[in-house]
């Protein structure tokens, strides 16, 4: 007896499993960390402050 092959449901299953993947994937991703400098930051803002005024 010969195999028969259900193409429209690999299909459909190999697009479930590629979401799945894709969630998953999204997941675990960890934003970049960037390391800020606080203090100039403040000075900046001083800076646009005092030229406004």
């Known amino acids: 007896m010969g195999v028969t092959r259900l193409k429209r449901k690999n299909r459909k ?3 479930a ?3 799945r993947r894709v969630t998953l994937k999204n997941q675990n991703f960890k934003p970049v960390l960037k390391n800020v400098d606080v203090e100039q930051v403040k000075e900046e803002f001083k800076a646009k402050a005092e030229k406004k005024a």
């Open 17 to 19: 499993a590629a979401v």
């Open 13 to 15: 299953d190999k697009a």
